[in-house]
Nanobody, 124 residues
């Protein structure tokens, strides 16, 4: 069993930055891929980035490349998402989730454990 909790959302002006954190409780954190997804009002949940398990490198959605950075601290059981150059289009609820998989990590169905989400609002 694994529990993940997001923190760090808030309101920021366009062009600004925010850092989100995902804290996981449970054993063997290193074996879990930790992904970030977001869902804007009226839209489907979409993949943002993932820190792959067992030392695998990160993957990013095209919308996140060059602006967002995902990092992982296995000693603290946390994964962070640094978001820079934010635009109003980044406004959404951001969720972190855990998956034991090595592939299809852009798909929400690959994840079995989800947090409650944290709101990110970017004003123009």
């Amino acid at each position: 069993q694994l529990r993940v909790v997001e923190s760090g959302g808030g309101l920021v002006q366009a062009g600004g930055s925010l850092s989100l954190s995902c804290a996981a409780s449970g054993r063997n954190f290193v074996i879990w891929a930790i992904g970030w997804f977001r869902q804007a009002p009226g839209a489907e949940r979409e993949f943002v980035a993932v820190s792959r398990r067992d030392g695998g490198g990160p993957l990013y959605a095209d919308s996140a490349k060059g602006r967002f950075t995902i990092s992982r601290d296995n000693a603290k059981n946390t994964v962070s998402l640094q978001m820079n150059s934010l635009t109003p289009e980044d406004t959404a609820i951001y969720y972190c989730a855990a998956s034991p998989a090595d592939y299809a990590l852009e798909r929400s169905r690959s994840y079995g454990y989800w947090g409650q989400g944290t709101q990110v609002t970017v004003s123009s």
